[in-house]
């Protein structure tokens, strides 16, 4: 037989989607505990494609996200300065990346970035513009993540601070266009969204972005 041209990784995400929304809805234990043996074969199917990781760490992953299933939405500051953009370097992976992360409850989108910008690079921020708004899987970030995830870009005025790295930071530095980093944390921030963003830079008219 030929090479298999299911994308089991989809797959175990749509399963985990709808054994996330049936237990949601689930109007007894027997119908629950159905759903939770839909889980646990995402489970499996995670532990098969996935590196590093077991079925049982795959499972403790799928059970942090409970209620209906929605995306969970991610926000990057984009700062310049001297037409330079800034970033940082994670300590995660070794790459250069908008500074940002999960928005939390309780702020507001544009209060979430900037915390994350100070946190992240030492600087003070004010969130100007919404310019992206982007499904992360439609842009091609890797490695794939169990759940599925809106990247939120906000164009963001700098208000002072200085550079200082943070526990998941190394180094924080501004890069001009033609000097981007080749070597980018591809989870969190692409080329192609960078020069998108330069491209804002340039002309402050141009309309958000999505999808």
Request: aromatic content about 10%; charged content about 30%.
């Amino acid at each position: 037989m030929g090479e298999s041209k299911f994308n089991w990784f989809d797959i175990a995400k749509r399963l985990k989607a709808i054994s996330q929304a049936g237990r949601h809805f689930a109007k007894d234990d027997y119908e629950r505990k159905r759903h939770e043996e839909i889980e646990q074969i995402a489970a499996e199917i995670f532990e098969q494609h996935t590196e590093n990781m077991d079925a049982i760490q795959a499972l403790g992953i799928l059970q942090e996200d409970a209620g209906y299933p929605t995306p969970k939405v991610d926000c990057r500051g984009v700062v310049f300065r001297d037409d330079k953009i800034l970033m940082v370097k994670e300590i995660a992976d070794g790459g250069w990346t908008l500074p940002g992360g999960w928005c939390d409850t309780g702020t507001t989108p544009s209060q979430n970035v900037a915390r994350e910008v100070c946190e992240e690079s030492g600087y003070k921020v004010k969130a100007t513009k919404l310019l992206a708004v982007y499904d992360r899987d439609n842009q091609g970030h890797t490695p794939s993540y169990p759940f599925s995830i809106y990247k939120l870009f906000f164009l963001c005025e700098l208000l002072g601070g200085e550079p200082t790295p943070s526990s998941e930071t190394s180094e924080i530095a501004w890069f001009a266009e033609d000097q981007l980093p080749e070597n980018l944390s591809n989870g969190r921030t692409l080329h192609h969204e960078l020069r998108q963003f330069f491209d804002h830079h340039r002309n402050p008219d141009l309309p958000t972005k999505f999808d």
